[in-house]
């Protein structure tokens, strides 16, 4: 059964957005106030999920309910998992439109990391959400494209978009040729039970990454991809 949120409140505040920016000097707080209260206005953040069941894991390969997936991460993560949550999260079409009618770099730059502060909002509501429904401790996620090439293929967005369901006609999150979303703020995977919360970003190597949610872990990348170093 396909699920989908869209009344999911902004919590993210000007102060958080001032300090994430690193604006100091007053008419650069004054702009940045003035773009962070017009993009809250229209900001309608969504997340659409799907409960879907894991088939079989085998090697770097995971069938779950009938959709093959090629990831050694996916394969590793999912080992003794059965049941696991498909999902999409977004800023929302509505901000995204808005936004990008901006001519001015700078302030499509700041927009870009509000709008991502909004999709933090989203993708935090849609954990605790089914945390709270589904009665679990710890939620763990895997992520296409997020890390090093080889955890998981952007590539493998496809067949993800495709089990989900109809993510476009559901909250306006479409594919490229590319496989990226847009609106670009959006992001997709796997949510699963865990013991312990686990991310992409300790499997991978990339240094200087402003998305960076946990540090590499050597000794899990080892263990995971049976080599050391990325």
């Known amino acids: 059964m396909l699920h989908r949120l869209d009344e999911i409140p902004v919590l993210a505040t000007l102060e958080q957005a001032i300090d994430k920016l690193l604006v100091e000097d007053d008419e650069d707080v004054k702009v940045v106030e003035d773009l962070f209260m017009n993009a809250k206005s229209r900001a309608k953040p969504k997340a659409l999920y799907r409960e879907v069941f894991v088939e079989e894991t085998d090697g770097e390969r995971v069938t779950i309910s009938g959709t093959g997936f090629h990831s050694v991460v996916l394969a590793a993560a999912l080992k003794k998992v059965h049941r696991v949550f498909a999902y999409v999260c977004t800023c929302g079409t509505e901000v995204d439109s808005w936004s990008r009618a901006e001519p001015d770099y700078f302030k499509s730059l700041w927009l870009d990391m509000i709008k991502q502060m909004f999709l933090n909002d989203a993708t935090q509501f849609l954990r605790e959400y089914i945390k709270n429904k589904y009665q679990f401790e710890n939620l763990s996620a895997v992520n296409p494209g997020s890390g090093n090439v080889e955890n998981w293929p952007i590539s493998q967005q496809r067949p993800l978009f495709e089990m989900i369901g109809?993510?476009?006609?559901?909250?306006?999150?479409?594919?490229?040729?590319?496989?990226?979303?847009?609106?670009?703020?959006?992001?997709?995977?796997?949510?699963?039970?865990?013991?312990?919360?686990?991310?992409?970003?300790?499997?991978?190597?990339?240094?200087?990454?402003?998305?960076?949610?946990?540090?590499?872990?050597?000794e899990l990348y080892r263990k995971t991809f049976g080599k050391n170093g990325v």
């Open 166 to 218: 109809d993510v476009r006609g559901e909250i306006g999150v479409r594919l490229t040729d590319s496989f990226l979303m847009v609106p670009i703020k959006s992001t997709s995977g796997i949510l699963f039970p865990s013991e312990t919360d686990f991310v992409n970003c300790a499997l991978c190597g990339r240094e200087n990454c402003v998305g960076r949610r946990a540090e590499f872990d050597a």
